[in-house]
Nanobody, 115 residues
Framework: QVQLVESGGGLVQPGGSLRLSCAAS????????MGWYRQAPGKQRELVAI???????RYATSVKGRFTISRDNAKNTVYLQMNSLKPEDTAVYYC?????????WGQGTQVTVSL
């Protein structure tokens, strides 16, 4: 059974930082492209960042320079370091594992950026 379990969300003030983690089980982690997506109220889910099997990364323009995605294949975990957070970063953040013919999602973790 595949499980992606996110953690690390919460309430933070503008300019603050959070680190999200996503622990995967039930898959050969190193074979998957891992990604973080987010969905704000009333909006569609959007890509935040992805990291390839060899470690290549891609970011949404809105988070480039502020967020960093990384992976630890030994721990089957992907991370999202979020710095200089803005109120518009408020959303539910979802972890995704993708491979040819397979696509898995976590349950999401809430990130709220507010005074």
């Amino acid at each position: 059974q595949v499980q992606l379990v996110e953690s690390g969300g919460g309430l933070v003030q503008p300019g603050g930082s959070l680190r999200l983690s996503c622990a995967a089980s039930g898959i050969i982690f190193s074979n998957y492209v891992m990604g973080w997506y987010r969905q704000a109220p009333g909006k569609q889910r959007e890509l935040v960042a992805i990291i390839g099997r060899a470690g290549s990364t891609r970011y949404a323009t809105s988070v480039k320079g502020r967020f960093t995605i990384s992976r630890d294949n030994a721990k089957n975990t992907v991370y999202l370091q979020m710095n200089s957070l803005k109120p518009e970063d408020t959303a539910v953040y979802y972890c995704n594992a993708a491979n040819a013919g397979a696509d898995y999602w976590g349950q999401g973790t809430q990130v709220t950026v507010s005074l």
